[in-house]
């Protein structure tokens, strides 16, 4: 049995200029996949990590911020436009891989729907990450098609490590479409609940013998139907091995 608690890490804050080598489309999101050496020495040691991607006015060139003792210090106190996304990074081909979650009225949506081979982009971190112990007997994870990318990355590395344990997922989402993006792992236990049914999602949890010992629970997805899962649901756990984080706010 696991003893051990999710340790938080901190990173060297850098900004990067990418350039896009790909781009395509994969149930529901366009997958573009970075390059370039300004990837070198980039890491992500947490399954959820987050990397935040500026978006200029059109036309207008992105200049990265002064990292300062006191902080970070815009050009002119003007930053532009940012979103986070999951970072998917292959360390053996130093590639950067985003899913973006294709909807109307996004900004990244927009830039990643137009976005072609040898076009660039600006990210910044990951600042810090959470480095959650694989080994936890029982695990559970909720989410929205927000929380795929996030969700994927610790499924693959569940099955790479050949963990054997109680796993499942809740998963919230659009259509039946959005079930391909993990098809490739067949052997998740995965609760579809399509059509974004939050009364169906909570049933689910209802229905849960919640363990007491040797766990961790994922709860992410539109802020305050995250938070209000968790209360509700993650009370009489160790709030230590729960973690409801929201990705998005309505």
Not at 47 to 59: A, N, Q
Not at 107 to 113: G, I, R
Not at 224 to 243: E, F, G, I
Request: hydrophobic content about 40%.
């Amino acid at each position: 049995m696991t003893t051990s608690y999710p340790q938080r890490m901190r990173n060297d804050l850098r900004f990067r200029e990418i350039t896009v080598l790909s781009s395509s489309y994969v149930s529901g999101f366009q997958r573009i996949v970075f390059g370039g050496d300004a990837l070198a020495g980039f890491t992500s040691q947490g399954f959820d990590d987050h990397i935040k991607l500026f978006f200029p006015e059109p036309g207008q060139p992105f200049t990265p911020p002064e990292i300062t003792e006191s902080g970070i210090v815009w050009p002119g106190d003007t930053r532009p436009q940012s979103r986070d996304y999951t970072p998917l990074f292959d360390e053996q081909t130093q590639q950067l891989t985003i899913d973006f979650w294709v909807h109307d009225g996004g900004v990244a949506s927009a830039w990643a729907v137009a976005a072609r081979a040898g076009d660039t982009l600006c990210i910044g971190g990951p600042r810090g990450s959470l480095v959650v112990p694989l080994e936890y007997s029982w695990q559970l994870y909720v989410c929205d098609e927000s929380g795929l990318p996030a969700l994927r990355r610790r499924l693959e590395a569940l099955r790479d490590a050949g963990v054997q344990a109680q796993c499942r997922a809740i998963v919230s989402i659009t259509s039946d479409t959005c079930k391909e993006y993990l098809a490739h792992l067949p052997d998740a236990n995965i609760d579809w609940v399509v059509g974004h049914d939050a009364a169906v999602v909570e049933q689910h949890l209802q229905a849960i013998a919640w363990p007491t010992e040797d766990y961790f629970v994922w709860i992410t997805g539109e802020g305050k139907l995250a938070k209000s899962l968790a209360d509700r649901y993650t009370h009489q756990l160790d709030q230590q091995l729960v973690r409801a984080v929201a990705y998005w706010h309505a």
